[in-house]
């Protein structure tokens, strides 16, 4: 590299540079001052000459400490809150809702599941096997769409054991009890609705056996619905427990009764999932004080008209399109300045923002509304955010590695000896004779010898 080139590539990298003065004001060895490098024309070699043992745990240090790199493991009181979907209109950057808690213990749990946030899972390296118990918020397509996937690719993926749905009864309106509208209800429609999926997959064992310690395991393509009353809180309001972790749950308004909002519980530990709502006084009644409040925001009316129809005040057209937008928020969502309010109630350790589309021209806006109210920690989510908090610890923010060509994890924990045999035995079992005579008969032989 002669001089000019290096002047021109140092003014172009200030950040390489700024760093590595950085790390020689440390006293890495191998080198000088900066000048020394320079002259050394060492400038741009790695911070820690080649050779230098402390390599490794450095650049391993460094990158646990920036990215999340799946999967990492978690101590024994930790948490870890991932973010798979922070908007509702699903797009590229940003599936429709779903968070993922882990805990310590080893147990983990999804809140909603929306459009497109499956391929978030995957990509983050959680097993449908690890998606076991599911806590929908309400029943909105945006929370709900992608248990029919999951559902139907469980057992194949050696989920053997039911599902776990839990969530809201429907709504009770001044007198009239709507029970087709819960969470139990929804789970039969949706087996109903994977009839011929579920006979279709049941080439393969999807069932365990029966033993004396598990007399009734229940097969991978039973769903088991836990329904509560949507307007129950406080201590009637328990959606989980077990020895480590309780999940409680609480109203929350949203266009029709039958949403709530989720506290989870581990070690002294607490994060606040709200679904979506308008802000409503449970929330600071159950969220005052909690490590992580993770609260919906909505964006201002006016810009979902400008971005969504290129509309703007004088436009024809513009006040019939602001007027719907605006009922939509008064409907059902939390305001920017509401939801700093609801922040500034609360005090959480971390509050997150999420079911929000988050674009450059809108961040800053946005956020000037919010501190109008709130000046705490605050965080925006988007997808693969991600949380780690522990006790008497700083909460640890980070963004995952997320590859494109994510492979599905699949890992099967049972031999064949304990699960029931599959339904249908044979390739050709569930196919009827006007089929089989339009397979020719050297490939029915077909994948056996394949290579051939
Ligand atoms: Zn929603
Ligand atoms: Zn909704």
Redesign the pocket.
């Known amino acids: 590299m002669d001089d000019l080139t290096r002047k021109q590539f140092l003014a172009a990298s200030g950040a390489t540079a700024g760093a590595l003065w950085a790390a020689n004001a440390m006293g890495v060895p191998g080198f000088g001052s900066p000048d020394q490098a320079m002259a050394a024309g060492k400038a741009f070699d790695p911070v820690v000459p080649p050779g230098d043992p402390t390599l490794p745990q450095i650049a391993d240090k460094l990158m646990h400490n920036n990215w999340y790199i799946p999967v990492e493991p978690l101590a024994e009181d930790e948490i870890r809150v991932s973010f798979m979907g922070t908007a509702?209109v699903p797009r590229i950057a940003q599936a429709?809702?779903s968070v993922f808690i882990e805990v310590g213990s080893g147990q983990s749990f999804v809140f909603d599941l929306?459009m497109g946030t499956l391929t978030k899972y995957q990509a983050m390296g959680v097993p449908y096997t690890r998606m076991q118990h599911l806590f929908i918020t309400h029943l909105?397509a945006?929370?709900m769409s992608d248990l029919t996937a999951l559902y139907c690719f469980g057992p194949p993926h050696g989920r053997v054991t039911p599902m776990h749905v839990y969530g809201p009864s429907g709504p009770k309106l001044n007198g009239a009890v709507y029970d087709k509208e819960g969470t139990e209800a929804f789970c039969e429609a949706l087996y109903a609705m994977c009839a011929w999926h579920r006979e279709a997959f049941s080439f393969l064992p999807t069932d365990l056996k029966p033993t004396t310690e598990n007399p009734n395991p229940g097969g991978g393509y039973d769903i088991v619905a836990h329904e509560f009353d949507y307007r129950a809180e406080g201590a009637d309001a328990i959606a989980y427990q077990d020895d480590d972790v309780t999940i409680t749950h609480f109203p929350a308004a949203h266009d029709r009764d039958g949403s709530v909002s989720y506290k989870l519980e581990f070690k002294g530990q607490s994060v606040v999932f709200s679904g979506?709502t308008k802000p409503t006084t449970w929330l600071p009644k159950y969220s005052k004080g909690v490590d992580v409040l993770i609260h919906e925001m909505a964006l201002t009316p006016q810009t979902w008209v400008e971005h969504q129809s290129d509309l703007y005040p004088g436009d024809d057209g513009y006040s019939t399109n602001l007027a719907g937008s605006m009922e939509v928020q008064a409907n059902s969502h939390t305001p920017e300045k509401g939801f700093g309010q609801i922040m500034a109630k609360c005090e959480p350790r971390l509050g997150v923002i999420t079911?929000c589309h988050f674009n450059q021209d809108c961040f800053i806006p946005a956020m000037d509304a919010v501190r109008k109210q709130y000046d705490g920690p605050l965080a925006w989510a988007i997808d693969g955010m991600v949380i780690n908090l522990r006790p008497g610890q700083d909460i640890k923010q980070r963004m995952s590695l997320m590859p494109d060509f994510a492979w599905d994890l699949m890992i099967a924990q049972y031999s064949s000896d304990e699960l029931e045999p599959a339904k249908y035995k044979g390739p050709f079992a569930q196919y009827s004779d006007y089929t089989m005579e339009h397979i020719p008969a050297e490939w029915k032989k077909w994948p056996a010898d394949n290579a051939e």
């Open positions: 509702f429709a809702n929306g909105h945006d929370h979506d079911h």
